[in-house]
């Protein structure tokens, strides 16, 4: 099949913008080019790569030349600046996915250096599905629990987080007053993150508490969620990289479960790639638990 | 049309959990006892209410048929709490939408104190959709930006939410050391939210800057956010409830922009979503901006 760079750029463009109308600003030309661009792609490749719905959405033939643009883009940026350093200005856009804890601790520490000559479009997702961005070819490299690696992927481990049942002391003797008894579990109100949150449900399992017994309270954000355990609304698995120093107990010492996360990313000679897998990797040696 | 309560509920766990397989552990009862009462509740209305992917999702007919059961399960909630206590233990579950940034400042502590009696499923989305979910049925009040009210539903203003440019001093010496020049502007590497986050695009706009010139970041949580701008990844517009105390300078004297809030929710008389409101426009007297 017959590569164009304009019509790869016209598709990514188009699938990072979510319209038509998005892309053809951020490439400076106008919509009907767009259009032309992708319509020219999908006669090339003899496959229909995008629903025209709002967002656009891409379909499986269209990931696999999503990843081909993207792939593409990166090297062609990594050769300008290698070429001609003054023209390479502009920053070479690595979108990765990150679980949202990983975000809210110890990745953005270890990009920050990096930041003022790459471009990180960060997309947050649960660390079961982040893989899934990368097999769409959405993004370039994730902090996942996969430990297999995605077709096209290499894979690095990265250590453990560690969680563990905590609440307020306040929480605790109010709802919990005996300790993790069964039937105190089944009323003791919890803080999830979000439906894909499966550690709380797990940690009620393993006491033979159904999980659908007790309330719930779904705080979607990372910070957040840590937030609405140190007010008392529930207790909740905590990490230790985000446990608030002496605010909330430990609820049962044999309650910690440790959430195994790996770095994939595209095998791909990319200098810009690579810099980012050797920041990362080594902040994880550090920050996260290594046994 | 004939309701049938085991129906709606069927229907509503089903929307809830995303599968038939988990609003029927949500419910204890068969897939194929949560399988036939949608059905029945289709067969009833004539109407396709979901689409059976994976996970489901609510047809246009299936939002109208949404909200009624969320209304119906509030109201009998609410009622059963008042006619017997005793049995009234199992809290009522509030599906809320905020703006990440209120969710991130100051309506958890508002909504910290009835946490205990009632059952808090937070919703994440940008002030400018939060009204969506509340169309579509999906939630029973939303902080949004819109200030005409969602038919069947109640707004109140709430105040406004402040956001400046700004960006440690160390950024601002190596980036723009001569204050808010375009060309500057148009190099200096922005933190953005996400792709609905219109507000540093805004502000480069009325400074003359085309928004896809300058390196963007994009760092989809509200903490996380500030952190990245608080490690120099960019500048980026930051309301006053977050402003970490003398940590980040303001780049432009006229670069404020407000965003007004809104409160909207079902009319419908509901002593729970009652005691939401109240805790809320309470809170929001003091956190945000009245003028």
Redesign the interface.
């Given at each position: 099949m017959d590569l164009d760079l304009a019509q790869l750029r016209a598709f990514d463009a188009t699938v990072?913008?979510?319209t038509l109308d998005g892309a053809a600003?951020?490439?400076?030309v106008t919509p009907s080019a767009i259009s032309q661009r992708l319509k020219a792609l999908e006669a090339a490749t003899g496959r229909v790569l995008l629903v025209r719905s709002k967002p656009v959405q891409v379909t499986g033939s269209g990931q696999s030349v999503l990843r081909l643009a993207r792939q593409v883009a990166l090297l062609a940026a990594d050769a300008t600046r290698e070429l001609s350093p003054e023209d390479g200005?502009?920053?070479v856009?690595l979108p990765i996915a990150l679980n949202?804890d990983s975000?809210?601790t110890w990745v953005?520490?270890a990009?920050?250096p990096l930041?003022?000559e790459l471009?990180?479009?960060?997309?947050?997702e649960d660390q079961e599905h982040t893989a899934a961005l990368l097999r769409e070819g959405r993004v370039m490299a994730a902090v996942t629990a996969a430990a297999d690696p995605v077709p096209g992927c290499s894979v690095t481990r990265l250590g453990g987080m560690r969680y563990r049942p905590m609440a307020t002391a306040a929480f605790a003797a109010?709802w919990l007053p005996d300790g993790v008894q069964p039937a105190a579990l089944a009323?003791a109100?919890v803080v999830v993150f979000d439906?894909r949150d499966d550690l709380q449900h797990g940690y009620l399992r393993s006491r033979g508490v159904d999980p659908?017994a007790p309330?719930?309270?779904?705080?979607?954000?990372?910070?957040?969620y840590i937030?609405?355990v140190r007010?008392?609304?529930?207790w909740g698995m905590v990490p230790r990289q985000q446990e608030p120093p002496g605010e909330l107990v430990e609820l049962d010492d044999g309650g910690a479960v440790d959430v195994v996360l790996h770095w994939q990313q595209w095998r791909l000679r990319s200098p810009s790639l690579d810099r980012v897998a050797d920041a990362v990797l080594a902040a994880a040696r550090r920050e996260l638990d290594q046994h």
């Open positions: 990072t913008a979510g600003r951020a490439l400076h200005d502009r920053p856009t949202a975000m809210a953005l520490p990009l920050a930041a003022g471009a990180f479009d960060l997309h947050r109010r009323r109100p439906r659908a309330p719930l309270h779904h705080v979607p954000a990372s910070a957040d937030t609405a007010l008392g609304f529930g």
